[in-house]
């Protein structure tokens, strides 16, 4: 326990949003709600914008009712942004939260947000004003360093396999190629959650693309022709950050090569560019009929009503933690271990220092990947299941006996 | 009742898949199988397709629990077809339902699928074989004819309201503007399930567009401009079959403008052309910064673990339904009429001749659509409601008092 310090708190949710950073939000508020140390608890109005423009709200007597539904909303409710304080930025933050009394400072974002924690945090201590400068983890990418896994990976992986499971239903139905264009435009994680869909050996998705391993358009062409071979259909889960062997992603070289057109009528960087694009490519190049392709977009991360049981508990928890930590460090990430996998899985929250999630992403490991580059391992499965929980059941008989 | 026709009955499944087009199915061989009258109940794989070929399989014995599971799996689980059956090719499939001594035909399907039950009801009568000949109308667009409302429908407009109660709340986080373009090429039903979304005079849907009004590319711009300048934000929702004031839809006038190109690199009448056109008649012709597209795509057809209660218990007691006319009826489609509205919401089933059902479709009256031709009325909410079920209950804090 460091000293006590008594002031107020504010709170904050920054970047993307994800289908649990509310119950994070609502994990602090009600922590916060029961710290003796804790007088007035605010909110930022997106984010570190609304703390230099000194717009607040008051969430110190939210009721039980309201939080409950507060924690069960996608999206960010007090608003998010975009920016990336430098050192400037976050002095006159740090003069906003000293004009206010608050001694709390709750930030809930990716790794960028733990690095405003940190400048924050520095910029306290030069105008010797002492702050607790806490990060509460979120990103529907999983791509932070030290913790297990982020909160908000859990409901849109859920979401994911869920599209995947009865995508691959629909390509059973109308067979074809389709190309489903998911989110993660640095690490394969949430395309990686495609791979929950398959149980049995000619499920979809047959292939599973990430930009951990960039692919030639001739071995994506001819991969979805083989598959194609095989069963008569393929499903194909690809990350938009899919990359060509010269580790360029296809998105970018489309963007570069679009027609800019004043008046609109060409868009070739749009959000279906990538989809419409790797499509083309199918049918310009086998002689299969029926390709289809979709992007998934932002409905990965803001569905309302649907959340991983297991990932709002934890994001609840993470935010709780948080101001637990906030009693007894200065400043810190409320990061999760895991110590129980399978029907075991379980996990216990730590306090790390925010340069260990501030800095640099994590990719998917070597061993979540299959040999071929195109397609996720049981170890994958392993790992992700306990986060996503149980999937719905589905079931097709146009595959029974012939009679 | 008719008089009594024993023998073998056939099952199948044509056009674009539904979250509940398998409880149609489940409520055939369920009551098949408890009907005396009917021996083996025959599953036809992929539609009209699979009766000429003579592809079968066998769900006589199908048990409860797999019954299930099939009712609740999105999707065709004996596949679909989307081939258009003329007199030869019903004729056909009339010399292999007799093979088979096949008595009972139901078909699970649209407008063209009432036609096709009607053509082989015509065509074995020719061949003085006698058939009974049911269609379960099933379609997320809603626009059967002489039916209150289309099994399928129901469960596509909760994604469709679930996706734009969460996107509004991303909007709400990140304000700009964002189109979403949702399924419906010629009828703007499932469209207008966005507007359930909408709680709070400010909550988007801002704008609605559907096919039945026509908008002119500077009409779409300045509604946009104009709640854009209210709210600083603007979530659109257009349907795919949005039109030109020449009445032609974008998504043709986009195609006819395509530039082909052999090798795939441009693709304009992709699935995300027109998200992404739009997008970029927004960007061109304003000053907003953050304009984003998303098109829903197939998930709002086939998402596995989704459907509204009251659509899949309809579904399934429509193929119930069907059974139960076929001992009464020479032929029919087994239709929804609405005895109660509001909390008193009840359907009773009917069986009307095919012909009112296989030709032509039913668009959105105009008491559904405001004046403006930009939104839809409560009329509307009221109407559709019911069928949807309850939506998630969600909350924003970012606009509460600031202090």
């Not at 994001?315 to 399978?342: H, L, Q």
Request: proline share 3%.
């Amino acid at each position: 326990m460091l000293y006590e310090l008594k002031g107020n708190a504010v709170v904050s949710q920054s970047g993307g949003p994800t289908g649990v950073i509310n119950a994070s939000l609502v994990g602090v508020i009600e922590a916060a709600q029961k710290n003796p140390n804790i007088e007035k608890i605010y909110g930022a109005v997106h984010a570190v914008a609304g703390m230099v423009r000194d717009e607040f709200v008051d969430l110190t007597d939210l009721d039980a009712e309201t939080l409950e539904i507060i924690a069960g909303s996608p999206s960010s409710a007090l608003g998010s942004s975009r920016d990336k304080p430098d050192a400037e930025y976050c002095r006159n933050i740090v003069e906003v939260l000293k004009k206010r009394g608050i001694r709390y400072f709750f930030y809930i974002g990716g790794n960028d947000s733990a690095n405003t924690c940190k400048i924050v945090n520095e910029q306290a201590d030069k105008l010797n004003y002492d702050i607790r400068a806490f990060h509460v983890p979120k990103t529907i990418d999983n791509d932070l360093r030290t913790t297990d896994h982020c909160p908000g990976y859990g409901t849109a992986a859920q979401f994911v396999a869920r599209a995947l499971k009865g995508d691959d239903l629909d390509n059973r139905a109308l067979p074809g190629v389709k190309i489903d264009v998911i989110m993660g435009r640095d690490a394969g994680w949430l395309t990686a959650a495609a791979s929950l869909a398959k149980d049995n050996e000619d499920d979809g998705p047959h292939l599973i693309y990430v930009p951990e391993r960039p692919v030639s358009m001739e071995k994506f062409v001819s991969d979805v022709q083989m598959v194609y071979a095989k069963y008569g259909r393929c499903v194909v889960a690809v990350s938009e950050g899919i990359r060509d062997e010269d580790n360029v992603t296809w998105a970018k070289k489309l963007a570069e090569n679009a027609e800019v057109d004043a008046h609109g009528n060409v868009q070739l960087s749009g959000t279906g560019a990538l989809a419409d694009f790797l499509a083309g490519k199918i049918k310009a190049n086998t002689e299969i009929k029926r390709v289809r392709a979709d992007t998934f977009g932002y409905l990965q991360r803001s569905f309302a009503g649907l959340q991983s049981k297991v990932d709002a508990e934890e994001a609840r928890e993470t935010g709780r933690k948080a101001v637990e930590f906030s009693m007894e460090f200065d400043s810190g990430s409320a990061i999760m271990k895991r110590v129980g996998s399978g029907a075991d899985y379980k996990v216990e929250f730590e306090r790390t220092e925010l340069a260990n999630v501030a800095e640099f992403t994590k990719d998917l490991p070597d061993e979540f990947i299959n040999e071929a580059g195109n397609g996720i391992t049981d170890a994958y499965k392993e790992y992700a299941l306990p986060l996503v929980g149980e999937l719905p059941k589905t079931g097709y008989l146009g595959n029974l006996p012939k009679v």
